[in-house]
């Protein structure tokens, strides 16, 4: 069964750093690419950034360009996500997915319907 958990999410001021985490399971999580999303309320889930599964090689949204940094562990199943000089606009849901590489689109496509329940960042005094 495939299983995502993410966790690092809180409340923190405009500027600061959080560092995401997402363990996966259930499949062999160093032949994908893994992205994180994030969602807000009433709008859809949009790609942040992505590292592949052959070189790390890793690339974000312009959104987050310069700010935010993906790495993996694949010893530990695990994917990171360290976001600093946070903005109220980064407010959202994070999310996790393995994703497969598709020649015509940016990120990679979800590989997976199940996903995580994501962690809640929000930015704000």
């Known amino acids: 069964q495939v299983q995502f958990v993410e966790s690092g999410g809180e409340l923190v001021q405009p500027g600061g750093s959080l560092r995401l985490s997402c363990e996966a399971s259930?499949?062999?999580?160093?032949?994908?690419?893994m992205n994180w999303y994030r969602q807000v309320p009433g709008k859809e889930r949009e790609e942040v950034a992505f590292i592949s599964s052959t070189d790390h090689s890793a690339k974000y949204a312009d959104s987050v360009k310069g700010r935010f940094t993906i790495s993996r562990d694949n010893a530990k199943n695990t994917v990171y996500l360290q976001m600093d000089s946070l903005k109220p606009e980064d407010t959202a849901v994070y999310y996790c997915m393995a994703g497969i590489p598709h020649p015509d689109l940016e990120f990679p496509v979800a590989a997976f319907d199940s996903w995580g329940q994501g962690t809640q960042v929000t930015v704000s005094a």
């Open positions: 259930g499949f062999s999580f160093s032949a994908y690419a």
